[in-house]
Every structure is written in C-alpha cells, then in structure tokens.
C-alpha cells in the first residue's frame, strides 16, 4: 500500500495527493509541519490560526448595482494569513435576486480557479431574475464595506434578527477557548472572512439555542433537531465527507447535504417563521453549530476545504415553503413507479437462485405481501459487477425466476457496485493517478478501477453494461446502487502494478468460518436463550434491561496530528485520513478535476447516469433506483436507503430521523433497513420494525451475511403484524401515490416532523418520535420494547380532531400539547387521522400492488366541526415516465354532502365502492343520496358512537362529478 503525500502546485494553488511511485513527476508538497516544500527546500507555513487573518474589504470603485443585485470587488485587506492554504487576494461578490423567495449570493475567485459545481452535474435553477425583485422580494441583502460582513433579513421585517448574520459584531469576542474540551479545534480564535486556496471561514450568529434541522448526512444522537451547544448540550460538527461506515452515531457517513431549514419562535406573537441556507459546494467541510460559554447567541461555522462560498437563502416562511423552495433550486424528486411502495425483501446470504426463489414462496405460503425480491452480491460471479454466477446464479434460470415473478406482478433488483473489475478496454473511463496511470483501488472483486463521470465515454460504457447485463437474462426492474461514496479497501491507491488475478480482501466476511455474527438486540442474551430471538422462551420474557449492546459510538477528539495525507485542516472525517478507504484525494478525473475537490458528487454523478441508462433499457419506464451515497440533487434521480444500520431499538427510532431528514433534502423515497442489517434481531424488535417502516416511503426487510433469519414469516408474530401493516398501507397506495406525485410535481414532503405542519407550536419541534405521512395521517410506532402502551402528542392542541386509523373512534386531546398514552399491544401500531380529510383508499388491499389496484377504491371522509374536508387524489398508469395522461380527482366535504369533480385525460377503471364519513352528527341522517338519487337503506348504516355514516355498494365513477347528500 503506497504512503500518501499531499502535492500543492504553488503557481494555482491547487493540491494533490499522490503516491510514492508518482513523487518525482512533483516538486513541491506540504510537509507534515505544515510547510511548503519546493525542491527540498522550505518555502512558506501555514499558521493554522485564524486570528490574524485580515479578512476582506469592498472596493467601493469596483461596486456595481445590476439589473438584478450586484457586482463587487473584495481585496485582501491585509498581509496574508496563509493559515491553512493561500489566501487569495482578490475575490469577486455577486448578489442576485432569483426570485420572490430565493436569493443567491456567491463569493468566488477572481481567477476563477477554486473549483465550481459545473451545471453538467446540477443544473440549479437561475430563477425569473425579474428587475423588481431588488425592491419587492422577501428577502434582503445588506452588507458592510470594511470589513466585508454581510447579512440577511426578511423585506417585511427590517428591525428583526437577521436571517444570517456574518458581522463579528454580532458573534462572541475571541479567543475562545475549546468548547469541546476533548476537541482542540473547536477553539474559536476569530471570525474573519478566510478565502484561501484550501480553506474557506465564515461564521454567522444565530438566535440562542435556535431550531436548526438538516446538515446531513448524520445518525444524530440528539435527534432529528440538531443540537447547538446551548443549555448543556455539546454542540454539533457535521462533517461532509462521504465515507463507507456502518451507520455510526454523530459521525459523517454517505451524502452530503450541506442545507440547513431555521424554524424560529417568537415568544412575544407566538408565531414562528422558517428559513433555508443552502451552500452549494461539494468541498469536504465541516460546519459547527457551538454555543460558547455565557454567550448571548449560538453560531454556525463553516471551514471548507476549497471551492467557493456560493449560498442560497430560501425565504419559507413555512417549513414546508423552505422545502418545496429547495426543490425548485436543485430539481424535483423524480417519479415513483406504483411498485415501488410495495414490500421489499432482501438478504445478503440468498446463495443461489433456488434459495432466492424459496425465499418468495415462503413469503407466499405465509400470505405476506411481496412485491419486489432483491439480490446482494451473491449474485455475482467473484463478485464482479454485471456478472452472474454460473453455477448458484445461472443467467438463464436467473431470466427464468424473474420472468416468474413478472408473472405474478412482481419485480427485481439486482445490486450494483461502484468498483469495476479491471479490464484493459476501460482507460478512457476511469480515474486516473496524477501521472496518468489507473487510479487502483481494492473491493469485493479484489482489484478496482472506478468509472470517471467527468470522462466522454463514462456514460456510454455504464449503459452498455447495464443493458449487456439485462439482455443476458438478468432482466433488472430497478437497480440497487451501493459502495458509491467511494468505498475502497485501501487506505488511499493500492498502487499501478497490482496484481489482478489477486481476488482477496483484507478483511473476512460477516458469517464466514471465524467471523460470526453475534450482535443482538439490547437485552436479549443468546448465552442464556439461544439464538431464536423469540420474545419468550419457556414462558418467560428475553428482554432483559440489564444486558447491555456494545458500544458501536466513535468517541469525539482531535485525532492523529496532521500528516502528510491532508490538507492543513482537518476535518473531523472519523476515519481521519481522507483517503482512508475510499478513493484517495490525489486521483483525476478528467479536466484535471482532482478527486479532493468532487469525491462528495461521485454518488449523485452514479445515479444520474443509471437513471438515464433504465430509461432507455426499460422503455421509459420510470426507473427506481435506490443508493446509498447522495448530494444536493440526488433526489431528481434516486431514492435512498439509510445504509448498515443495526438490529437495535434506537436504530429503529433513529429511522424516523433519518426519513425527515431526506425529505428536507428533496429524497423523499427513503427508508431503513427494516429489523436491522448489521447484528441479530429478535422477534419483538422485528415485529415493532416491520410495522413502522410499513409508514415510510421505502419499505425493505434486509440482513447481514450470517446474521439469522430475520424474514417476515420467521415468527408468527412478526408475519401477523407484518400482513396487518401492509394491509394498511396497500389500503393507502392512492394516499401514497398522490403524495409522491405531488412531491415530484411541487416539491412538497411527502413524510413530515409535526411542526411542519402546525409550526407554532414549541413542544412539537424536537419530536421525532411521530411522524405524519402529508397532512392528513399520524403515526406513533412503539420504539422500546417490553411496551403494552405508547405516548403520543397530538398536535393542535385541543383544536384538531384525532380519529383513530381502525376504530374511527375520536381522541380526547390535550389543550397544552401533553402527550396521550395509548394502548399499543405487539402486533398493533397507532394511526390516527386528521379531521378536515378526504382520502381514497383501495377498498380490498391484494398480495401485489397491481392486484390491489385492480380492485375498487374507498373514500374515507373526516370532518371538522364545521362538516369540511377536502382532498384529491392523482392517478396515472402507475409505470410511464411523464409526461403521460394523468387525472386529479378532488373530494370536498360540507355539512351534509361530499362531492367529487375530476380533471384530467387519464381514465379511471375501478369504480368507487364505499364512502365512509366521519363526524356526520350525534342523530342518524333519514336518507342519502348520490346524484339524487336514494341509496337503499340496506347499503348505508350509520354507527352512533363514532358519528359515522357508511355507503356501500355506491358504484360511483371516478371519471363523473358526483355528489353524495345525506339529510
């Protein structure tokens, strides 16, 4: 394995890292003390202090107003700090207002070298750019001369705190010490605009202890709300990195999403606004939210390892404003395929065809719903991408089970990983070393080259691979894309002259004679009960408090002394070296694109590529893809799931998180790996598992290689609890499909934390133990086990009427947002629903999604106490790309009548059979009617205790307005 050095070309100030055998193409790199040395000789250091940094001063002669915002000049205003790069003496400022709600403003380089995020790889919206919006947009830019300090403020609220706030009037005095303690670089030694060739600072004051949600990609111990250091809390460094972990607690791990949503409370209206922040820039970076001691504010901090400071500010003033703002900015999620919301099934250990096959007809004869089966790499023949296994997985037997599940409406997805096996007709398409040769790396087949998206031919050659691939027989629906941050076994290149034919890793596998997996769930002792996982044994509970899980949580320090494999500054990357298993920072791509300035886009440029390539392969089909490394942009292309995570109880909780946070990311399609991949689940933490993701968007069941079963129809229990939750949401695919309809057609989360919708209401912010599923559905999962109950918040305060999911039974609110405890026995999770709803269901939920929408549809009406409700619902063909003839249905509900208007080309089969209203009044209505004409009394009954009517047998078409009366 070759030693790292990082090279700098003094004359651009850009950086590389290479290997031993590429040392004498270079002269100059930084030494481990943090000099430049230039043919052995000492040049320049770098002082790795900020405090005398001179910042920057507006050249007032070279101010200009445009049309749109402005153009300025910034100088240097000082001698040159060089604290941990080259500063860079002139940069440029532009100002432009894009539209009403958004406003960009991007500092850059005079000279252009710091690298951008070329529109080749997003294409982000310019907006209308409408003159008037410098004098009527919401948003405001103000700045000061000397020194440059900018901020932001709302139009209608001048002599508010502002949005973004860069003055170090406004920002504690320094030095401040650590604030971590055990974190020397958490030290605070000032706030000075630093623009250097590979350090970037700038710091903005925030409200004390505010609401900040996103900065991702994290599995954050304090939640779904990040913490800001404020009232005993550490604080947060969010490092954007991407990095092959399993799922470690407060860590970077697999995108990057460096966006952020402030939800602000006022404490004096009681009213709250929010507001997004945006940094387009694929740097790695790290961005710190810290209270320092007795401050009056809390702060954000970002120190970046190049590019440019190019922000967003996106106005809200809702939650769900700034989110649908965000979309419009970096692309809409792409559409869904119906199928894609069915259940999923996964195990790394099916080892042939055959057990693949017995798997779904285990599944079958359970009577769990499947609709999709999956593949890992036990497909492949030595784990090489694009290859079946002769013998466990012939191609044509492998065509053959897929042909079968065609014909039983269901689908499959084979994996895909980032390394390709090396073959000598791929140069022109791989990463290179800075000296031309392949850039080599070590995964699953061994020896890698990995695809250079920025390469001519990149693109070509993965749709010819995928295509040669399913015309082999391995006849794909969607792709699974994984290992594509990029994960690689060597700790930077594993050198040109590798040995091909070597096919080992440097590690055993999980399962493997040697390697066993032994995780469980907490409480559970397989010394004591075996490794059934069953939730009794002997008539006694397994559970046991006492037994604690082992601590996979990395603890936070300064880690080793910067050496010569990275940059100045260190980020807190938890694996230290940048290039520590992954594709080192000193690899091309072409350009001369170095891989420290784009190795956080590798994923999305994957995806963007495979989406294009199902396209064509699939007959415009709407590809489903899932991956596991994304950026801003990803969602335009690709779900995602939540990585390795583990078979724990605070892994299923912290898969709610993780679902929030994507949908703020504008990757709406997104869930965990339910039960847990890594470890051992047990019966009870399956069953409770299998029952929430059933509520999020991306529902897939997959374990560990050597892990035990932890399929659905294993125990009895889960295989229960599973086909009741899928029931439910087979019964709520219409409600489902409409809601990712309008996601990719408006941007609006599908899946929503509670404040989203009702945002002035202080005791919701931190939640994310519920969730509600768009406006109208709220779900309170068990997280612990041992629990016959669960607390529950409803939101609205006594304003809002709750009826359960099942019963329609009304809950009796608190007017002070006190949680309700509930009864939540094992099998059973808590929905409710809201009042003022309409949603069309599927009246009779089948095995496979095209079963169930085959059968006829249901509409459940919940009114207010004013008898209103309102919804629509969207229908297409559930497959084709759009444009494609489509309908929106819309239901309205008023004291005593609910009515149904269509628009729309897109005809709809299935008739409506049932309407259930809720809340109709204490006494039964006398008659009903549709389109005036009477029901029979035998197809309408109504139940006193719930206020509900019921009309059956209703034969009404979809396509037609049509009016149901009650009197």
């Keep these: 394995m070759a030693a790292s050095f990082f090279a700098g070309a003094l004359a651009l100030g850009a950086s590389l890292y290479v290997g031993k055998d590429q040392v004498p193409m270079l002269k100059a790199w930084w030494s481990e003390a943090g000099n430049i040395v230039y043919d052995g000789e000492v040049r320049a250091a770098f002082s790795r202090n900020v405090s005398s940094c001179p910042g920057y001063e507006l050249a007032l002669s070279a101010f200009h107003e445009t049309d749109t915002g402005i153009h300025a000049r910034l100088d240097l205003a000082g001698p040159a700090c060089n604290a941990y790069g080259h500063d860079i003496e002139t940069l440029i400022l532009e100002v432009t207002y894009e539209t009403q709600d958004r406003l960009h403003v991007n500092i850059y380089d005079k000279a252009r070298s710091q690298f951008a995020i070329p529109s080749s790889v997003i294409d982000v919206d310019q907006g209308s750019r409408e003159p008037s919006l410098k004098q009527n947009s919401d948003l405001v830019f103000n700045y000061e001369a000397s020194p440059f300090a900018f901020w932001i403020t709302r139009r209608s609220e001048p002599d508010s705190a502002p949005l973004f706030d860069t003055r170090a009037s406004s920002l504690p005095k320094t030095p401040i010490a650590p604030i971590i303690p055990s974190d020397k670089r958490t030290a605070l030694n000032g706030f000075p605009l630093v623009f250097e060739d590979r350090y970037l600072q700038l710091t903005s004051a925030l409200p004390l202890d505010t609401n900040i949600y996103g900065l991702g990609e994290v599995v954050a111990t304090n939640g779904f709300r990040r913490d800001t250091g404020a009232h005993g809390g550490e604080g947060t460094i969010q490092t954007m990195w991407a990095r092959d972990a399993a799922d470690p ?9 460096p966006i952020y949503m402030e939800h602000r409370y006022d404490e004096k209206t009681k009213k709250s606004k929010s507001h997004g922040v945006f940094l387009f820039n694929s740097a790695g970076s790290d961005t710190l939210l810290l209270t320092p001691p007795s401050s009056s504010v809390s702060l954000l901090q970002y120190r970046i390892l190049g590019g440019n400071l190019d922000f967003y500010f996106l106005s809200g003033p809702g939650p769900q404003e700034v989110i649908r703002q965000y979309g419009a900015l970096i692309g809409l999620p792409t559409w869904q395929p119906l199928w894609g919301f069915g259940f999923h099934l996964c195990r790394w250990g099916y080892m042939s065809i055959a057990e693949t096959r017995d798997q779904v007809q285990r599944m079958r004869d359970a009577n769990v719903p499947l609709e999709v089966m999956w593949n890992d790499i036990d497909l492949y023949h030595d784990y090489r991408d694009f290859t079946a296994d002769p013998v466990s997985f012939n191609a044509e037997e492998v065509r053959t089970f897929i042909r079968e599940l065609g014909s039983n409406h269901q689908y499959y997805i084979p994996i895909v990983d980032a390394a390709v096996a090396h073959q000598t007709n791929k140069t022109d398409v791989v990463s290179k070393n800075p000296n031309g040769t392949e850039y080599v790396g070590q995964v699953w087949p061994g020896y890698t080259v990995f695809p250079d ?41 594993c050198g040109s002259n590798a040995d091909w034919s070597d096919t080992s890793v440097p590690f055993s596998l999980p399962g493997t004679p040697g390697n066993p997996v032994k995780h469980w769930p907490e409480g559970y002792d397989a010394s004591v009960w075996g490794e059934s996982g069953n939730i009794t044994i002997n008539g006694k509970l397994t559970y046991d408090p006492k037994v604690r899980p082992p601590m996979y949580r990395r603890a936070l320090d300064d880690g080793p002394e910067i050496d010569l494999s990275a940059p100045p500054y260190a980020i807190h990357n938890a694996y ?37 390539a199902l396209l064509k392969i699939r007959d415009n089909k709407r590809p489903f893809i899932i991956s596991r490394s994304t950026f801003a942009g990803s969602g335009k292309w690709t779900g995602h799931w939540l990585g390795d995570n583990f078979s724990k109880w605070s892994y299923m909780h912290y898969s709610i998180q993780g679902v929030l946070q994507f949908q703020l990311f504008q990757i709406p399609m997104v869930g965990a790996d339910t039960c847990g991949f890594e470890g051992n689940s047990d019966e009870e933490l399956c069953g409770r598992w299998m029952q929430l993701s059933a509520f999020l968007p991306f529902y897939r069941n997959h374990n560990i290689l050597g892990g035990i079963p932890q399929e659905p129809y294993v125990w009895d229990s889960v295989a229960s609890a599973s086909r009741s939750a899928i029931t439910t949401r087979y019964s709520m695919l219409p409600y489902w499909y409409t809601l990712f309809a309008n996601s990719s057609t408006f941007g609006s989360a599908p899946v929503r934390a509670l404040f989203f919708e009702f945002p002035d209401e202080p005791e919701l912010f931190p939640i994310d133990q519920q969730f509600l599923l768009g406006r109208d559905i709220l779900v309170t999962p068990v997280l612990t086990p041992n629990a016959s109950t669960v607390a529950g918040t409803f939101p609205g305060r006594g304003t809002v009427t709750w009826r359960d999911w099942y019963t329609h039974a009304s809950i009796a609110v608190l007017t002070d947002g006190s949680p309700v405890t509930l009864d939540a026995p094992l099998g059973h999770i ?25 059968g006829p549809y249901a509409l459940l009406v919940s009114q207010d106490k004013d008898g209103y409700a309102f919804g629509t619902a969207y229908v297409d063909d559930g497959d084709t790309m759009p444009p494609t003839p489509n309908s929106t249905i819309k239901f309205v509900a008023s004291k005593g009548k609910v009515t149904v208007t269509v628009a729309g080309n897109f005809h709809v089969a299935q008739k409506l059979e049932t309407v259930t209203v809720l809340g109709v009044g204490a006494t039964s209505p006398a008659a009903v009617q549709i389109n005036g004409r009477e029901v029979p009394a035998g197809d309408w009954e109504y139940v006193e205790g719930v206020e509900k009517l019921v009309v059956m047998n209703a034969e009404i078409d979809l396509n037609e307005e049509t009016t149901v009366t009650w009197a």
């Design 576 to 612: 230290g070296e940048l290039g520590f298993k992954t594709v080192a920072p000193f690899a091309m791509h072409a350009n001369g694109i170095s891989e420290l300035d784009v190795h956080n886009l590798w994923g999305l440029m994957e995806e963007k590529v495979t989406h294009g």
């Design 453 to 493: 998206w920025f390469s001519n031919n990149a693109a070509s050659f993965w749709t010819d691979a995928l295509t040669n691939w399913s015309k082999s027989g391995v006849e794909f629906s969607g792709i699974w894309l994984d290992m594509n941050e990029i994960a690689s076994f060597c700790s930077g290149s």
């Design 830 to 854: 808590n929905v409710h629903v809201r009042d003022g709803a309409a949603i069309l269901l599927h009246a009779e939920p089948g095995y496979t999604t095209a079963e169930t929408a085959a």
């Design 249 to 257: 607690e407060d860590e970077n791990i697999y995108g990057s999403h």
